[in-house]
């Protein structure tokens, strides 16, 4: 069966993909979890119709649909309101590449555990202000993994379950459909810590948004909701959440 017709067969399950719950943290990952999460992905491989799947350090997984081919990643550093830090980064790197080469693999859908989307860029806990000059960007783990996601050739999906803040939007532009729940939000405060938008944010935002729906939270740091959100474009859906904490009806 190829890749495009499991998409379509599972493009239901994708919009009504559950929102894993939390799981307590109680220390900040320093360091890549990568032997965690190879173990985590094998056992994917091997058993892809076990919904959940062993735990990772900064990463959730469960394999959904039909046939196990979607694969459910959630940011899980919830006593940092899954804050990105190196170690995250880099373990979503390895993810992506990992799924881009398994054929068990039809689409990805990313969310996060908690009450929060991701809190943004982990500033006590990143290299992105490292005032070492010789490393780019483009070297460090936040940039490898920007181009991994730029590259990545499946279909990649987006599940908002709270508020989004920094990267945790500007990722939101190089995915294939985003939907969000009532209580999300959206929020770019470069301005506030000196920092320019990232991710090509100010040419997709605008692109996208439109010239001064973008300028209003790149550059005033506005936050938006909802229903705003689905508006300017930045997702296609508000899902209503069920009375399990998930979103729609996938046990």
Not at 86 to 106: F, G, H, I, M, R
Not at 128 to 156: H, W, Y
Request: proline share 6%; glycine share 8%; charged share 15%.
């Amino acid at each position: 069966m190829s890749t495009t017709v499991r998409v379509n067969q599972d493009h239901e399950q994708i919009s009504t993909i559950i929102i894993p719950p939390n799981q307590p943290q109680s220390n900040i990952t320093r360091s890549s979890s990568s032997s965690s999460l190879k173990t985590a992905y094998n056992f994917g491989i091997k058993n892809t119709y076990s919904p959940s799947l062993p735990p990772t350090t900064t990463l959730k997984l469960a394999r959904r649909g039909t046939n196990g081919t979607i694969l459910l990643v959630a940011l899980h550093r919830p006593s940092v309101k899954n804050a990105f830090n190196d170690a995250q980064y880099s373990d979503l790197t390895l993810l992506l590449q990992l799924a881009a080469v398994d054929p068990t693999v039809s689409a990805i859908v990313l969310t996060g555990t908690g009450d929060y989307f991701t809190s943004g860029a982990d500033l006590r806990d990143s290299s992105m202000l490292d005032p070492d000059t010789e490393s780019s960007m483009l070297e460090r783990p936040a940039g490898v993994f920007m181009m991994q996601l730029l590259g990545f050739p499946k279909l990649i999906c987006a599940a908002i379950n709270g508020p989004a803040v920094g990267i945790g939007v500007t990722l939101l532009l190089h995915c294939d459909v985003c939907h969000c729940t009532p209580k999300a939000t959206f929020w770019t405060p470069f301005t506030r810590i000196a920092l320019v938008p990232e991710f090509c944010s100010s040419e997709t935002m605008v692109e996208t948004m439109g010239l001064s729906a973008a300028n209003e939270m790149l550059i005033f740091g506005k936050k938006i909701g909802s229903t705003r959100a689905v508006e300017v474009g930045l997702c296609s859906e508000v899902v209503v959440e069920d009375g399990n904490g998930g979103v729609g009806g996938d046990p």
